[in-house]
């Protein structure tokens, strides 16, 4: 509608962007083009009013430094390398990104495996507990990460919203499932004897986000991990760190 596309293609960048049109609409507020984005899908015309909105929040926003999150707050290597992450509308920078290295992957691995140490150990009920508290969480910062999810890989409002939705379902189920997690009893061949099986953490996970669905992904791989006892380390793409920074706040509040 009004030359907006939504792509929605499996592997491709989810982004609505406007679709060229010869002439300007003023009646939906659009009085001129900026400039031209090439895509995968054919060129597309970036609407005056969306790129003076942008330039606006650059101006009004400092920019954002991105750490690791490693022992439950922000860890700066120290080593001054960084990387920009760009808005995939017009390019602007949207953070400033500490670069990860196999020092930094050593350092997180080991606080998991310290970590699990203890975790393990943690009662059902305060796991549950503390699930239920980061889907709250979750609820309350819920526009904020639609936005960043706009802002930072191009969604649609609407998937946006929904990716928020069902991570919030996620979040909900994993504290439902910690009390699920049971071991069996087996009839035995032998007399007297009572088998039995039981279910143990087994220990640091390992995880991956892509970008296109960050936020689903992210607790996707976190949350039931953790409900069973376990300690995770996680990988997001490059693409979408400061949602990844806002789910490992809401992880660890």
């Given at each position: 509608e009004d030359g907006i596309r939504d792509i929605g293609v499996t592997g491709v960048q989810t982004c609505a962007l406007p679709i060229f049109r010869p002439q300007?609409?003023?009646?939906?507020?659009?009085?001129?083009?900026?400039?031209?984005?090439?895509?995968?899908?054919?060129?597309?015309?970036?609407?005056?009013?969306?790129?003076?909105?942008?330039?606006?929040?650059?101006?009004?926003?400092?920019?954002?430094?991105?750490?690791?999150?490693?022992e439950g707050s922000q860890w700066n290597p120290q080593d001054g390398r960084f990387f920009k992450t760009k808005s995939p509308l017009d390019d602007r920078t949207?953070?400033?990104?500490?670069l990860g290295s196999e020092a930094v992957i050593d350092r997180a691995v080991q606080a998991a495996h310290s970590a699990f140490d203890s975790f393990r150990c943690?009662?059902?009920?305060?796991?549950?507990?503390w699930l239920l508290q980061a889907a709250e969480l979750l609820e309350t910062r819920r526009q904020r990460l639609v936005r960043i999810l706009i802002d930072e890989i191009g969604s649609p409002v609407s998937k946006a919203e929904k990716e928020v939705e069902v991570a919030l379902g996620i979040l909900r189920a994993s504290a439902g499932a910690v009390r699920r997690v049971t071991g069996r009893t087996y009839p035995s061949d032998i007399g007297g004897r009572l088998s039995y099986s039981v279910r143990q953490p087994l220990g640091v996970v390992a995880g991956m986000t892509p970008f296109n669905v960050p936020l689903i992904k992210a607790f996707k791989q976190t949350a039931m991990p953790l409900a069973t006892g376990n300690t995770v380390v996680l990988l997001?793409?490059?693409?979408?760190?400061?949602?990844?920074?806002?789910?490992?706040?809401?992880s660890y509040a």
């Open positions: 300007a609409l003023p009646e939906r507020g659009w009085t001129g083009f900026d400039w031209i984005r090439d895509t995968p899908f054919g060129s597309a015309v970036v609407p005056a009013r969306f790129a003076n909105y942008n330039r606006r929040m650059s101006e009004q926003q400092p920019t954002p430094e991105i750490f690791h999150w490693i949207l953070g400033s990104v500490s943690v009662a059902p009920t305060q796991r549950e507990k997001p793409d490059r693409k979408s760190t400061r949602l990844n920074s806002s789910h490992a706040n809401i």
